[in-house]
């Protein structure tokens, strides 16, 4: 794994917030970028390339960044709760009239009044839904399954365990995380450390504050496989549902409405 140290970004300069919490991300998951290229790869051959997107569970827009990046003509909302995040994506994308922010909460059965518009050409998210246990999970896809425009796609790419090869999990595990240890001491920041500098930073100290009173510590939900998470979205009203890409331990599902 290459190792990744990134400056100290500091106040308003949301774009090396952003580079930021990348590089942090990257730790975790060196082919991060290969996810996100898949990703926009299966929007363009389904949806063509001026899609009307939702990010669900958007951070800092990391995946409306690359999105406007290689479709200039795409549109994007953003939806999440935590506001330390939203206000660097808030931050970095002002001023751009095809990016839209909602505060939400996916846990409330209301939360998709909140959005602009009724239907999206592809809703996507990636890192983000595995701390929501397996019921939950289940309630949203079906909401997102009203999201999704007749011929659209949703795409989820995450943390996904096959809990029926618990060697080859363990093996995977135990290499992916020397990995992690030899770029730490390269000076690599991980989670908590990149959350003990926003917290120290007087922009986002506040915001930071409040996305602890909401979340606690980071947990994560059930994590189920890949097969589960295609057989709920067809359960849910796709049509189609499979793996477009992995990893030893991530997984890209795309569901085909």
């Not at 549109?75 to 808030?90: C, M, Q, W």
């Not at 809703?123 to 929501?132: D, E, K, P, S």
Request: aromatic share 8%; with cysteine; charged share 25%.
């Amino acid at each position: 794994m290459e190792v990744l140290v990134t400056e100290t970004p500091v106040g308003a300069d949301w774009r090396s917030w952003q580079a930021s919490w990348d590089r942090q991300q990257e730790w975790y998951m060196p082919d991060r970028e290969e996810r996100f290229r898949v990703m926009l790869d299966m929007v363009e051959a389904v949806v063509g390339p001026a899609p009307r997107v939702l990010d669900l569970a958007c951070g800092t827009g990391s995946i409306t960044d690359r999105l406007l990046a290689r479709f200039p003509e795409a549109t994007s909302t953003g939806v999440d709760l935590d506001p330390a995040l939203l206000a660097i994506a808030r931050g970095t994308f002002e001023g751009d009239g095809r990016v839209t922010f909602v505060t939400a909460d996916l846990k409330d059965p209301a939360w998709t009044q909140r959005l602009p518009h009724t239907s999206y050409d592809a809703v996507l998210t990636a890192t983000a839904l595995h701390w929501l246990h397996s019921e939950p999970l289940a309630a949203l896809y079906g909401q997102i399954g009203h999201l999704v425009r007749e011929g659209g796609v949703f795409m989820n790419a995450d943390h996904m365990i096959d809990t029926g090869t618990p060697r080859i999990n363990a093996a995977e595990r135990a290499h992916r995380h020397a990995a992690m240890d030899r770029a730490r001491a390269g000076g690599a920041v991980d989670w908590s450390q990149w959350w003990a500098l926003a917290a120290a930073d007087p922009v986002l100290a506040e915001p930071t504050a409040e996305r602890f009173r909401i979340y606690g510590d980071h947990a994560d939900g059930d994590m189920p496989s890949p097969e589960w998470h295609a057989r709920t979205l067809r359960a849910s009203g796709f049509a189609e549902a499979r793996p477009v890409w992995c990893s030893p331990s991530d997984s890209l599902v795309l569901a085909l409405k």
